[in-house]
Every structure is written in C-alpha cells, then in structure tokens.
C-alpha cells in the first residue's frame, strides 16, 4: 500500500484495527470514515505519528465521492458491501475490501487458521479450540468477531517482519460472521467449520439462501488437504459444501453410539455425552496426517455444563487436530477438558 490513499468505513473495533494495518502496509493516507456524525475521530497508535496522514469522514462527508478519492476502501462488517457509496466507489475502480479479506491477505502462508461460523455455538468452539490448543503447548491466536479483529494480529505479525512472524504462534483460531464472509476475500482457512444455519441476520441478508450462501463462502478457498467441517444433520449444506470445496475433506458434526460405528470423518459425541470420536483422513489438516487418525476423547473432565457444550468441545478437538500434532493425542485432549 506504499503510498496509498485508504478509506476505512466504520470505525468500530475491527475497522480501527483496519486502519492501523493500512498504516502499518505503508498507506500515505488512512482517512476513517463513518456515517455517524458523532463517531469518534480516528485516532491511530503512536507509532505511526509522522509516517502517515490520517483524515476522518464523519456524517454527511461519508459519500460516493469521498470513497472514490480512495485508492483503496476497506469495509467494517458492519458496512453492507452493496451500499449506493460502496457501489460507486467499486465503479469507479477503487478496491474494495472487507475487514476480514484485507487481514487475511497480509498474514503470513505458514500460519494455518482456522475458521468457525454458524447461527450459534461459533464463539465457544473458536473460545473452546483455543483452549485446547493451549493446552496441549501450541501456541494460538484467538479472535476475530469474537474479541480482538483479525486485523490486528495482521498488524502485529507485518510489524514482527517475515522470518519472526512465522514462529509467533502456530495457529490462528477465527470467529467469522456472515457479514464479514459476505467480503472474505482471500481468506483460505486450513480448516473451516459452519456449525449450523438457522434464520438470523435476514434484514441484511434478506434470504435464508443468501444468509447460508454468505455463510459457505469461508469454503470458497479450500483446497485438497484442508478440512471442511458441516453438520451430519443438514444434507444440502453438505451439498452446497462439497461444491464450494470439492478437493477438501469434508468432516461431520453428529452424534454416534460407539467409536466402531464411526466411518465418516468428522466429530462425533456418544449418545451417553461422555466421550468425542474425532475420526480425520489421511493427508487432511496441517501438517497433513499420514494415516487416518481415530481417536477417543474423554468429556467427563469439561467444566462447562450442558450437553450442548460437550458438543461444541467434539467440535473444538476435531479443529484442534487439524492444525497441530500435539492436538492430535487422545489423552492431552481428554485431560485438557479441564480447562474448557
């Protein structure tokens, strides 16, 4: 972005977090924008006094034609990205971003994310995945929709340079809104999980379908080795998922009676509610497996009550697994139920 004019519209935590990234990618100028006459100035980390200029927008300055001075536009979730300015803007040949795509594209290629959405559940599994993930002594970022915007571990991470940046941490656990997968951009997770789909969010989206279309779009990257994760119950987004990432391994969520059931990969918690199958494929995650793994977790450990969260904890150790080998052990899993 050397040299850039960036606009950033919505100024709420993820498009702050986005405008210090712009800064930190060398944007000449990051003007904050927000149709809120009262929004609050942007206001940029100290560390970049000097180097940038920054400009706010408040109110009636938010126009087509004030985003088409940009070179660059980037889109807080909050901002639908069919807007009359957005349109004009796109129009006239300004790039336009979500928040989540422009994060995604500037964090490093070794770093495997994994990514959860779904109408509920999402924040616990991406809460739930971290803490295993910790646990068992890999070091994770956790965040997104849920805490701190995937931006500013982009920011910290394009601060730290290439070869430092690769050992920060060994994976990124993302919560992801439809809204935020309505502009994903190049965000290609090593694992992505859509727990389910159920009527929300119509006023933006307007349609169930376009809600669930937005939803699939954390799919539209993924490739042979990544791991799609849907739910065993609903057949046409199994569908729809296999479409959007045909060469990935598609994994279920459900229920089972014992592990020698258990064929399909995916997460499966015994009807009793004590234990999770974690079934996944050779060649599936990364590191990629070398040989099918099954494995037996204990539930009788998890602090959080419900059968819902004993579900959501099969959901967390299968994304675990995909992205560190420590996660992959049975028994650190089951003893790190201690800490969910």
């Known amino acids: 972005l050397e040299g850039?004019?960036?606009?950033?519209?919505?100024?709420?935590?993820?498009?702050?977090?986005a405008a210090a990234l712009a800064a930190a990618r060398g944007a000449?100028?990051?003007?904050?924008?927000?149709?809120?006459?009262?929004?609050?100035?942007?206001?940029l980390p100290?560390?970049?006094?000097?180097?940038?200029?920054?400009?706010?927008?408040?109110?009636?300055q938010v126009s087509a034609e004030a985003l088409a001075r940009a070179d660059v536009v980037v889109l807080s979730p909050g901002v639908p990205p069919d807007a009359p300015a957005v349109e004009a803007a796109r129009a006239a040949g300004v790039?336009?971003?979500?928040?989540?795509?422009?994060?995604?594209?500037?964090?490093?290629?070794?770093?495997?994310?994994?990514?959860?959405?779904?109408?509920?559940?999402?924040?616990?599994?991406?809460?739930?995945?971290?803490?295993?993930?910790?646990?068992?002594?890999?070091?994770?970022?956790v965040g997104g929709n849920l805490g701190v915007p995937l931006s500013a571990l982009a920011e910290e991470l394009w601060l730290q340079g290439d070869q430092a940046a690769v050992g920060a941490y060994e994976a990124a656990v993302v919560e992801v809104s439809s809204y935020q997968l309505q502009t994903p951009g190049t965000l290609a997770p090593a694992a992505a999980a859509i727990l389910n789909v159920t009527p929300d969010h119509l006023a933006r989206?307007?349609?169930?379908?376009?809600?669930?279309?937005?939803?699939?779009?954390?799919?539209?990257?993924?490739?042979?080795?990544?791991?799609?994760?849907v739910p065993a119950a609903d057949g046409a987004l199994i569908a729809k998922a296999a479409a959007r990432a045909p060469g990935a391994a598609q994994c279920l969520l459900g229920v089972c009676e014992d592990t020698e059931l258990v064929t399909a990969p995916g997460a499966w918690l015994t009807r009793s509610g004590h234990k999770a199958v974690v079934r996944l494929p050779e060649g599936a995650g990364r590191p990629a497996l070398g040989a099918?793994?099954?494995?037996?977790?204990?539930?009788?450990?998890?602090?959080?009550?419900?059968?819902h969260n004993r579900a959501n904890a099969?959901?967390?150790?299968?994304?675990?697994?995909?992205?560190?080998?420590?996660?992959?052990?049975a028994a650190a899993l089951s003893e790190a139920m201690r800490e969910l």
């Open 4 to 17: 850039k004019r960036v606009c950033v519209l919505g100024l709420g935590k993820s498009g702050t977090a």
């Open 28 to 43: 000449a100028v990051v003007v904050g924008a927000d149709a809120r006459a009262d929004a609050a100035p942007l206001h």
């Open 46 to 60: 100290p560390r970049y006094e000097g180097t940038v200029r920054v400009e706010s927008a408040l109110g009636e």
């Open 95 to 141: 790039i336009v971003y979500g928040e989540l795509g422009f994060a995604a594209e500037t964090l490093p290629a070794g770093l495997p994310l994994v990514a959860v959405t779904g109408t509920n559940g999402k924040s616990t599994v991406t809460t739930f995945a971290g803490q295993l993930l910790e646990a068992v002594g890999a070091r994770c970022w």
């Open 205 to 229: 989206h307007g349609t169930m379908e376009a809600y669930a279309e937005a939803k699939l779009n954390v799919f539209g990257r993924m490739g042979p080795g990544y791991v799609t994760v």
């Open 292 to 307: 099918d793994l099954l494995m037996e977790v204990a539930l009788d450990g998890l602090r959080a009550v419900g059968r």
């Open 314 to 329: 099969a959901s967390a150790c299968l994304l675990a697994a995909t992205v560190s080998p420590a996660a992959r052990d």
